[in-house]
């Protein structure tokens, strides 16, 4: 899952090689932490948060084990 959300995000920004994701793990929710430079936050939210809201349904509909849930959380990297 961690490429896959890296994959999506590298192929939306000018800037990839500031693209990083982190999973954070808390009982049965996976927190998926996408780091993106300052300048491209705007392409990976979109509008209204459409492109973020997008990149979750891919998350959701990517295969995954058990019963398990998925949040993605964007910021800017440092």
């Known amino acids: 899952m961690d490429e896959l ?28 932490k996408l780091y993106v430079h300052p300048t ?3 392409r990976v939210i979109g ?3 459409r492109v973020a809201r997008a990149i979750r349904a891919v998350m959701h509909a990517a295969p995954i084990g058990g019963d398990r849930r998925l ?8």
């Open 5 to 32: 959300v890296e994959f999506i995000a590298r192929n939306l920004v000018t800037e990839p090689d500031a693209v990083r994701v982190n999973r954070v793990q808390r009982n049965h929710l996976s927190i998926y």
């Open 40 to 42: 491209d936050m705007g």
């Open 47 to 49: 509008r209204q948060g």
């Open 71 to 78: 949040a993605l959380d964007i910021q800017e990297s440092h």
